[in-house]
């Protein structure tokens, strides 16, 4: 990640809203032959998405939820795209900004839209008492949850699929083959769950007759009742209403209706057709230039089509071919679609049924058969293409192409940014900076007597009688393209060593470094960065109270902090004593996870997991650690638990147990380190197993490496006296630290295993176990009933036994 200003300086801004199928093949194409000057950046509500094609056999179980699903992070940091995991949910049009749903808008030059659609206004009762398909990319674990409501039962379950199009025909069919897999699987009957499928009108009205009667013998061959032509009037609890009066039993309603277009584009202004953004051959909206559209959200003046993934995939070339155009400023070319197309459509068990045209084969045959494994080969080549990225060699800078077409003010500008001088200090200029601090939402507190609200050469700030002033600086490079997301992080990862002393920050000044660029581009990105660190300031209560901000080569944040405390509840690293335990609020391995994110290796919901708990201010996790009795206490960052928990038993000398298997870990961290993935930073701190005074007998475990794993905004790593641990882990995890873990205790010193005295750490799992005598002992964990849904624990009691 943090590949923005590989093409040199930003002269115009590409923003993609949606990862839908057509542009999947825009990020890709865009990576593979970058167009110099161009910032892309995808706005993506989920950074997994569906491929619709596969998602049938998902429900069916014949493919993994990874396998029919295209991870949109390592795509965007293979091609050098800024991400930003957030939903659109309007468009500025004239001042050419995207409004998001939960931080500041975004810029944009040229603008393209591939959002699917949303479900259609549904009847009486139906959000209440159905499973909805769209939005698609959730359906996969509405559709799991209600496969375990089926499964926990023994009784007769009826289900009924509304829909009688391609898709609900396919859905139905798959379902039905899962629960009979799964209910024998079981030991049950497979009959044990009936369906039937609901249409308003006929059975896949847009495919030709000869389809439908293909459909309805298969249906009926595998026990489905179709009911055609009695469209659904309500829906109720175990049951649906037909316009016919014909009350339908349900146990289980899947709602797969003709869905509609999401409202906000219209609204926003953009010219539209029922809903759906106007577009004409060449996918630019009919309303507004620079404005493009594809996939279902789109409506092609005079090539109306289908809602279906075949023309989405299909709008990736030319919509690739066109914003290149556009940006480039070149006439933009007409697409026509095909009016007749193949379609492969699955009967959930293997078999497929191909369409084209008036003309139908396939089915519960060989030739059925024959069809799904080339539809299966057809569909894993296509996400093949999203899943292995090429190694590409990074071009040379050169924006000349780009700038051309932007005009001779761009081109002016540019001339200027290899003259810009270091005398000045590198400052932002004056104006720049004025607009950022005017559009900023500045928290302040009433300790600060001077600040930004009467800029001076200096804040002031009181310390309340009876407290201690406590400071701390840190500063570092972006290492995620998205600056709002990166400006929280650097907030949080500042104020951490305050924090970890017990103290309240009361003020920051902040060192902001942005890369060069065209003026609008310097004062966006500052924006976004300083609005992310101003939103976590205002929610902890710290007021921003200055700084300094200066161009350079890449994006860069830091923050000097002020806080204050009572000298009596102030924790300290060497405050431990022994028989304490030890606790750690937030789950380490974060170096691994983004050192394999700029190798595009870590999965998107990997790094999102990891963001949020970066994102996540320890502010209340410190105040429960102080009033718990915590006295010692760090924040774990750079150097990783095993050297902060070292400079946490020298400062008190004493010596420490740590217990690996407790040890909450990243999703993701475990997969990378497989990898042989690990941080630049990861031999420097494993020096320090120096401190470990078992590491021959602890080395093999494959958590092992994580304890040098190196932090960025890690959590709290505190000792708190034994009669209150449980209490605090309990109190941490209820306000909203759910992996807080007690990893370990404190001890006098360690016995003979220690053979050198700067050993102090004793590291064990379930197969090395410690005792204060330096004899191995068995493992036992408390049983919590209160947290067994079922009323049966699975709970380990040694290596070679277990007790339910």
């Known amino acids: 990640m943090g590949k923005m200003n590989d093409s040199g300086p930003v002269v115009k801004d590409l923003v993609l809203i949606g990862g839908g199928h057509s542009h999947v093949y825009v990020l890709k194409m865009l990576g593979m032959n970058k167009l110099p000057g161009v910032r892309v950046t995808l706005v993506a509500k989920e950074v997994n998405t569906p491929y619709s094609g596969m998602l049938p056999g998902h429900i069916a179980g014949h493919y993994t939820w990874d396998e029919c699903h295209v991870d949109l992070r390592p795509l965007c940091t293979f091609a050098g795209h800024r991400l930003i995991h957030d939903e659109a949910v309007s468009i500025d049009l004239e001042n050419k900004r995207v409004i998001l749903k939960d931080r500041p808008s975004i810029s944009y030059d040229a603008l393209s839209i591939d959002i699917g659609i949303t479900p259609a206004k549904a009847v009486q009762g139906a959000s209440d008492y159905t499973t909805p398909v769209k939005p698609i990319y959730g359906f996969g674990e509405r559709w799991e949850a209600l496969l375990d409501r089926v499964l926990s039962t023994t009784a007769q379950t009826r289900v009924a699929v509304v829909g009688g199009g391609a898709g609900g025909v396919e859905l139905a069919l798959a379902m039905q083959h899962r629960l009979q897999v799964e209910l024998e699987k079981a030991g049950q009957s497979a009959d044990r769950a009936s369906f039937k499928l609901i249409t308003r009108g006929k059975l896949m009205p847009t495919h030709a007759s ?25 829906v109720l609890k175990g049951e649906v209403v037909l316009s016919s009066g014909r009350k339908v039993p349900a146990d289980e309603c899947i709602w797969c209706t003709q869905a509609a277009p999401q409202s906000w584009p ?16 060449t996918l630019e909206s009919t309303s507004h230039s620079g404005v493009f559209a594809a996939g279902d959200v789109a409506s092609v003046v005079g090539h109306p089509r289908p809602k ?15 914003l290149r155009r556009y940006l480039l400023g070149e006439k933009l070319v007409d697409f026509s679609p095909q009016k007749v197309f193949l379609g492969l459509i699955s009967t959930g068990s293997k078999h497929a049924v191909a369409s084209y045209g008036s003309v139908s084969f396939g089915g519960a045959s060989s030739t059925g058969a024959m069809l799904w494994k080339w539809k299966d080969h057809i569909d894993r080549k296509w996400m093949k293409m999203y899943q292995e990225m090429p190694v590409m060699a990074s071009p040379e800078p ?13 081109i002016a500008a540019l001339q200027a940014v290899p003259m810009r001088c270091g005398g000045c200090g590198a400052k932002v200029g004056a104006s720049v900076l004025s607009r950022v601090m005017a559009r900023l939402n500045i928290p302040t507190r009433p300790e600060v007597e001077v600040g930004l609200d009467q800029p001076d050469d200096a804040a002031v700030i009181t310390v309340p009688p009876g407290m201690v002033a406590v400071h701390t600086v840190d500063f570092f490079r972006s290492f995620v393209d998205d600056p709002y997301i990166f400006g929280q992080i650097a907030v949080v990862h500042a104020l951490g060593d305050c924090w970890a002393m017990g103290a309240e920050p009361h003020a920051v ?18 924006w976004q960065m300083m609005s992310g660190a101003t939103a976590v300031l205002e929610e902890v209560g710290c007021a921003l109270a200055g700084g300094h901000s200066c161009e350079g080569a890449e994006l860069a944040l830091g923050f000097s902090v002020h806080g204050v405390a009572k000298r009596e509840k102030l924790m300290k690293k060497g405050g431990m004593k022994p028989g304490q335990v030890l606790i750690v609020t937030k789950p380490i391995g974060t170096g691994t996870l983004f050192a394999a994110d700029m190798r595009a290796k870590a999965e998107g919901r990997w790094v999102t997991k990891a963001l949020d708990s970066m994102r ?18 760090t924040d774990v960052t750079g150097f990783g638990l095993l050297g902060h928990l070292v400079e946490m038993c020298k400062g008190a000398n004493l010596a420490a147990v740590l217990d690996l298997d407790e040890i909450p870990v990243l999703d993701g961290a ?10 630049s930073l990861q031999p420097a701190n494993v020096r320090l197993s120096r401190a470990v005074a078992n590491q021959d007998g602890i080395a093999n475990n494959p958590r092992y490496p994580l304890i040098y794993d190196p932090q960025t905004a890690g959590g709290m790593l505190a000792a708190v006296p034994k009669e209150n641990a449980e209490a605090c882990i309990e109190a941490l995890r209820q306000a909203g630290y759910p992996s807080t873990c007690g990893i370990g205790e404190i001890i006098e010193h360690l016995p003979a295993v220690a053979t050198a005295p700067e050993q102090v750490v004793f590291v064990q799992d379930a197969q090395n176990q410690f005792s204060a005598s330096g004899e191995s002992k068995e493992r036992v964990r408390p049983i919590d009933l209160n947290n067994c849904e079922t009323g049966t624990c699975e709970i380990p009691i040694s290596k070679k036994q277990k007790a339910k």
């Open 210 to 234: 000869s389809i439908r009667k293909t459909f309805l013998h298969i249906f009926h061959d595998r026990g489905i009742e179709v009911i055609e032509e009695d469209g659904v009037e309500s």
């Open 266 to 281: 219209g609204e926003a202004g953009l010219e539209t057709d029922n809903g759906f953004i106007k577009v004409s051959a």
């Open 308 to 322: 279906a993934g075949v023309f989405a995939v299909r709008q990736g070339p030319p919509l690739h071919d066109n």
């Open 398 to 410: 050169d924006v000349s192409e780009v700038a051309l077409a932007a005009g001779p003010a761009t």
């Open 509 to 526: 000044l902040a060192i902001a470094q942005v890369p060069y660029g065209l003026e609008s581009q310097v004062e966006d990105e500052l």
């Open 616 to 633: 996540k201010p320890s502010a209340v996790a410190a105040q429960l650690l102080v009033e718990h009795g915590a006295k010692a206490c």
């Open 670 to 679: 475990e997969e990378c380190l497989k990898m042989g993935i690990t941080s």
